[in-house]
Every structure is written in structure tokens, then in C-alpha cells.
């Protein structure tokens, strides 16, 4: 069992940067790819990026690519999420995911996949 908190989320100007972080707890941080997803109003949650256990491996959805850069310290039981050159499309919920036993770059950008949720946290960027 792994339990993720999410921190870091706030109000922003456009053009301005944030940092995610998602602290977990439980057995086995690093066996764990970790993902985070986002949710606007009104639409589904999407992809943003995800991480390999070893964090060897990153992947990241094409709208934010160039700008966001997922990392991680399995000595710390932390995923990061920084964000730079955010943009109003960008406000959404950020919710970070855990899973285990990926194969292959689609399981990581699939929601489906990750076993365990954080209650997310709300990023704001204004124009």
C-alpha cells in the first residue's frame, strides 16, 4: 500500500514556473513507475508525464513537453513535477499516480495502470 500527498500547487502568472512534489508513504516507493495527471473543469483527466522506477525512463504528453520535467529521489520517497512557461491551459488539478510492472512506453501514459492516487492539488495560471 502506498499513500501519495501532492504539494506545491498555487496561483501563477503566465510565463511563470511551480514545482509539484508528491511525497509518498508505504513499502516500496521504488519499485514504482510514478505518472502525474492532470483534470481542468469540465474535461477528463489527461496525461502529463511519468517516470520509471529508476527514473531512467521519462515520459511526457506533447503539450507540455519542452517545458515540464518529471523527476525523482527514491531516498526520499518523492516524485517532483517542475513546470516552467506555464501557460492558462495549464490550470487543472495535479494528481500523482503510482504503479507497478510497466512495459513499454503506452502502460506509463495510461490511467488505468496506476494502482495508487493522490488527492491532487490545484495549479492556477493566470493570463
Known amino acids: 500500500q502506498v499513500q501519495l500527498v501532492e504539494s506545491g500547487g498555487g496561483l501563477v502568472q503566465a510565463g511563470g514556473s511551480l514545482r509539484l512534489s508528491c511525497a509518498a508513504s508505504?513499502?516500496?516507493?521504488?519499485?514504482?513507475?510514478m505518472g502525474w495527471f492532470r483534470q481542468a473543469p469540465g474535461k477528463q483527466r489527461d496525461f502529463v508525464a511519468a517516470?520509471?522506477?529508476?527514473?531512467?525512463?521519462?515520459y511526457y504528453a506533447d503539450s507540455v513537453k519542452g517545458r515540464f520535467t518529471i523527476s525523482r529521489d527514491n531516498a526520499k520517497n518523492t516524485v517532483y513535477l517542475q513546470m516552467n512557461s506555464l501557460k492558462p491551459e495549464d490550470t487543472a488539478v495535479y494528481y500523482c499516480?503510482?504503479?507497478?510492472?510497466?512495459?513499454?512506453?503506452?502502460?506509463?501514459?495510461?490511467?488505468?495502470?496506476?494502482?495508487?492516487w493522490g488527492q491532487g492539488t490545484q495549479v492556477t495560471v493566470s493570463s
Open positions: 499516480a503510482a504503479g507497478a510492472n510497466f512495459y513499454g512506453s503506452s502502460w506509463y501514459q495510461a490511467e488505468f495502470r496506476y494502482d495508487y
Open positions: 517516470i520509471s522506477w529508476s527514473g531512467g525512463n521519462t
Open positions: 508505504g513499502r516500496g516507493f521504488s519499485n514504482y513507475a
